[in-house]
């Protein structure tokens, strides 16, 4: 029988007096990462040869329809790109200080923070939110998008962070914040 040795936690805690920062790294999905680099591939020859097609019409397709389908093309690869490397770099981060509490989901050094003012900030939990695929922000988290196992009312609505987490973890790091106050 094989002995297994309890799991280190996925994320980087920094606790001082003062201030908390975790930094949780994207836990990645080989499966969406590799579909996308091979599906970028592919997007990338769109990308080159479409426009090279619209300047020498050489197909003699319809010039409006080609602008569209370009517009949509670069779109959905930009997309695609966002995702792709958001599996390969991406990383949250919490930082909890004096009367505030940030977020920010980064792809190296680029990211995206909300700052939430502690005396709003309500019923801290673990919340394991499943896959809705009829909820636009739910059907995100499928390509490793949003959502996250810990999650507090602000005002009249629910945010949530800590994708990259398991339960335990999330109860440990809801713990550190609560000791922030």
Not at 20 to 47: D, H, K, M, Q, S
Not at 71 to 84: L, R, S
Not at 137 to 152: P, T, Y
Request: hydrophobic residues 45%; positive net charge.
């Amino acid at each position: 029988m094989a002995r297994i040795d309890p799991p280190k936690p996925h994320s980087v805690i920094l606790d001082e007096p003062g201030r908390l920062e975790i930094t949780i790294p994207v836990r990645t999905n080989w499966f969406v990462a590799c579909f996308l680099g091979a599906w970028l591939t592919g997007w990338l020859v769109g990308e080159v040869t479409v426009p090279i097609t619209m300047v020498t019409n050489a197909q003699k397709a319809p010039l409006p329809f080609m602008i569209f389908w370009l517009t949509a093309w670069t779109v959905g690869g930009g997309f695609a790109i966002m995702v792709f490397l958001w599996q390969i770099l991406g990383r949250e981060i919490i930082r909890v200080e004096n009367n505030s509490i940030m977020t920010k989901r980064a792809i190296g050094p680029w990211g995206r923070a909300h700052e939430f003012d502690r005396e709003h900030v309500k019923n801290l939990r673990v919340d394991p939110h499943g896959i809705n695929f009829f909820d636009s922000a739910s059907a995100l988290k499928f390509w490793g998008l949003g959502g996250g196992l810990i999650a507090f009312d602000y005002g009249s609505k629910t945010f949530r962070f800590g994708r990259g987490i398991d339960e335990p973890e999330a109860r440990r790091i809801i713990e550190l914040m609560e000791r922030h106050r």
